[in-house]
Nanobody, 127 residues
Framework: QVQLVESGGGLVQAGGSLRLSCAAS????????MGWFRQAPGKEREFVAA????????YYADSLKGRFTISRDNAKNTVYLQMDSLKPEDTAVYYC????????????????????WGQGTQVTVSS
C-alpha cells in the first residue's frame, strides 16, 4: 500500500515557477514508477511526466518538454515536479501517481495503469 500526499501548489503569475512535491508512505516507494498528471476544469486528466524507479529515466508530455522537470529522492520517498515559465493554460489540479510498471515508463501515461493517486494540489497561473 502506498499513500501519496502532494504539496507546493498555489497561485503564481505567468512566467513564474513552482515546485510540487509528492511524499509517499511505504517502504516500497523505490519499486514504483512515479508520475504527475493534471486536470483542468471541464477537461480530462492528462499525463504530465513520469520517472523510473531509479530516477535515471524520465518521460514527458510533448507539449511540456523544456518547461517541466520531474525528479525523485528515494531516500526521502518524495517525487518532485519543477514547473518553469508557467502559463495560464497550466492552471489545473496536479496529481501524483504511482504504478508498478516493468516495461517502458511511458506506460504510466495510461490512466488505467495507475495503482495509486494522490489527492491533488491546485496550481493557478494568472495572466
Amino acid at each position: 500500500q502506498v499513500q501519496l500526499v502532494e504539496s507546493g501548489g498555489g497561485l503564481v503569475q505567468a512566467g513564474g515557477s513552482l515546485r510540487l512535491s509528492c511524499a509517499a508512505s511505504g517502504r516500497t516507494f523505490s519499486y514504483y514508477v512515479m508520475g504527475w498528471f493534471r486536470q483542468a476544469p471541464g477537461k480530462e486528466r492528462e499525463f504530465v511526466a513520469a520517472i523510473s524507479w531509479s530516477g535515471g529515466n524520465t518521460y514527458y508530455a510533448d507539449s511540456l518538454k523544456g518547461r517541466f522537470t520531474i525528479s525523485r529522492d528515494n531516500a526521502k520517498n518524495t517525487v518532485y515536479l519543477q514547473m518553469d515559465s508557467l502559463k495560464p493554460e497550466d492552471t489545473a489540479v496536479y496529481y501524483c501517481a504511482a504504478a508498478r510498471i516493468m516495461g517502458p515508463i511511458a506506460t504510466l501515461k495510461r490512466v488505467e495503469m495507475i495503482d495509486y493517486w494522490g489527492q491533488g494540489t491546485q496550481v493557478t497561473v494568472s495572466s
